[in-house]
């Protein structure tokens, strides 16, 4: 394949607020959600939202062992301490979560589906526990979309340890593997404690991360797909994680030639009209005739609102790729 080049152009879009979040009162309508208005670039086609498809529940599993060891912590059969749970052992537990904290039993199988890092396939089936169009299914489908880069990248992810708390969960994950991390970036892991979940129709619908509402800095995309050089492109979704600097985009993409796709060179365009390189890229960069990437691109100092800008080449450089992808 030959040298990628990058070739950027820019759109400006204006940043949206964020109201007040409800503490756990289960009103589905109360409170925003990441907005994600189609818009296309002037060499970009439009396709239909992706339509989503729910996938049969789970049988419950036996009961849990109502053992106060059991209740703290959720752990598979066998498993050493500051092992992650397996879904056998959240399948196990449903009765006991929904007892432990008078939540929907949707909320147990939600966190488990997030705690699958390393098999994004589980991850998605967990969307069912998660109420459309709400921020809860934004944030499941950004973290799976996330899991599904590493993976096409070759480098998947290891699943995430997760523990009961009085007010509901802690994730940890791997910071030097996810490339974001606390205040401390020397720290080998970052918890998040997931609270105040609300439901509708007893699918989860929101919940505080860390005391405050993710759904301000959480967008949905796929709405609209761009076109250029034979390579097309979609955002999936993008989220700057509660406490963090770093804005998190992933990409549906795909080729109808065989392509040298940018993604280290990946830009993003600021509602400012700064630009920020990616800090780390995840993907397939070259992709055959037929082929598809998810993508993960990790801007520093970055929010929602901006574009942006993925260049590449077709085989021999045939024909250039110029993506400008909005984020909004």
């Known amino acids: 394949m030959v040298p990628i080049r990058l070739l950027a152009a820019a759109a400006l879009l204006a940043m949206t607020g964020c109201g007040p979040f409800p503490a756990g009162d289960g009103d589905p309508d109360a ?59 959240w399948a196990g537990a449903r009765a006991g979560a929904r007892a432990w904290a008078g939540q929907p039993p949707a909320a147990d199988a939600y966190v488990a589906a997030l705690a699958g890092s390393s098999d994004p396939d ?74 105040d979940f609300a439901f509708d129709d007893g699918r989860v619908a929101r919940f505080r991360v860390d005391g405050a509402d993710p759904s301000c800095a959480l967008v949905e995309g796929g709405r609209a797909r761009v076109r250029s050089g034979g390579v097309e492109a979609s955002v999936v979704s993008a989220y700057r994680p509660v406490g963090q600097t770093v804005l998190v985009v992933t990409l549906d993409i795909a080729a109808a030639a065989g392509a040298d796709v940018g993604l280290p060179g990946a830009v993003y ?55 400008a992808l909005p984020v909004s």
């Open 31 to 89: 409170g925003p959600r990441g907005a994600s208005p189609a818009a296309t670039s002037p060499d970009s086609g439009r396709a239909p939202a992706p339509r989503r498809v729910r996938e049969p529940a789970a049988e419950p599993g036996p009961a849990p062992d109502p053992s106060p060891a059991a209740e703290n912590r959720t752990r598979g059969a066998g498993s050493a301490p500051g092992s992650p749970p397996s879904a056998g052992a």
């Open 122 to 195: 589980r991850m998605r089936g967990g969307l069912e526990e998660a109420a459309e169009d709400s921020p809860a299914y934004t944030y499941l489908l950004h973290h799976t979309a996330v899991a599904r880069a590493w993976a096409d990248g070759g480098r998947g992810l290891t699943d995430p340890q997760v523990d009961r708390t009085d007010t509901g969960y802690r994730v940890c994950r791997d910071v030097a593997q996810e490339g974001y991390g606390g205040g401390d970036r020397d720290a080998d892991r970052r918890c998040v404690e997931l609270t």
């Open 269 to 323: 365009r600021t509602s400012d009209g700064e630009y920020r390189r990616a800090d780390r890229a995840v993907g397939r960069y070259e992709l055959d005739a037929g082929d598809s990437t998810s993508a993960a691109l990790y801007f520093p100092d970055s929010h929602p609102g901006g574009t942006v800008l993925v260049g590449g080449c077709l085989e021999e450089c045939s024909a250039v790729v110029k993506l």
